[in-house]
């Protein structure tokens, strides 16, 4: 019986170091920042930020077994938002914001698999200009007006 309890025991820390997370921050050459956050089985896991050389954050979001997941902040080296949405299994997915160098919204977009998939709203000085619909990728129609638009869609399929 003895040696069972010290066997389980012997599995069980093998187990832990096997699972075990860990956290881990990654440099430059010249020794600043480039990355941190959490690793788990060799691959990242949880919250990671990524920086620019400057020491700006360059983006951050989750991972999940290794792959970019939920919702993630990209910006550029001078500091400002860039863009900001969701990834799914490492691919950009569901609604993007992507932003002018002033931070206002410059168009917004449905991607699947890393490409337009859906509807873009594009955007000049915070008003709606135009939206264009997309499928895989490839520009199907533009409308300029949003009673045209409206006629010919249905507002649920910006969800």
Same mark, same amino acid.
């Given at each position: 019986?003895?040696?069972?309890?010290?066997?389980?025991?012997?599995?069980?820390?093998?187990?832990?170091?096997?699972?075990?997370?860990?956290?881990?921050?990654?440099?430059?050459? *010249? /020794?600043? @920042?480039? #990355? !941190? =956050?959490?690793?788990? $089985?060799?691959? +990242?896991?949880?919250? %990671?930020? &990524?920086?620019?050389?400057?020491?700006?954050?360059?983006?951050?979001?989750?991972?999940?077994?290794?792959?970019?997941?939920?919702?993630?902040?990209?910006?550029?080296? *001078? /500091?400002? @938002?860039? #863009? !900001? =949405?969701?990834?799914? $299994?490492?691919? +950009?997915?569901?609604? %993007?914001? &992507?932003?002018?160098?002033?931070?206002?919204?410059?168009?917004?977009?449905?991607?699947?698999?890393?490409?337009?998939?859906?509807?873009?709203?594009?955007?000049?000085?915070?008003?709606?200009?135009?939206?264009?619909?997309?499928?895989?990728?490839?520009?199907?129609?533009?409308?300029?007006?949003?009673?045209?638009?409206?006629?010919?869609?249905?507002?649920?399929?910006?969800?």
């Amino acid at each position: 019986m003895k040696s069972i309890a010290i066997l389980t025991v012997i599995l069980l820390n093998i187990h832990l170091d096997i699972e075990k997370k860990t956290y881990q921050k990654n440099y430059f050459d *010249d /020794g600043t @920042k480039a #990355s !941190e =956050g959490w690793m788990l $089985n060799n691959q +990242k896991t949880d919250y %990671w930020k &990524f920086y620019h050389p400057n020491g700006n954050v360059e983006r951050e979001g989750h991972f999940i077994n290794g792959k970019a997941s939920k919702y993630w902040r990209l910006y550029r080296a *001078d /500091g400002s @938002k860039h #863009s !900001e =949405g969701h990834y799914e $299994n490492g691919k +950009k997915h569901k609604w %993007w914001l &992507f932003y002018d160098s002033e931070e206002k919204i410059n168009h917004k977009c449905q991607l699947k698999n890393n490409q337009k998939n859906g509807y873009c709203l594009m955007y000049k000085n915070e008003k709606l200009i135009s939206a264009v619909k997309y499928s895989e990728g490839k520009k199907i129609k533009e409308w300029t007006d949003y009673r045209s638009f409206r006629k010919e869609n249905s507002l649920r399929d910006l969800k």
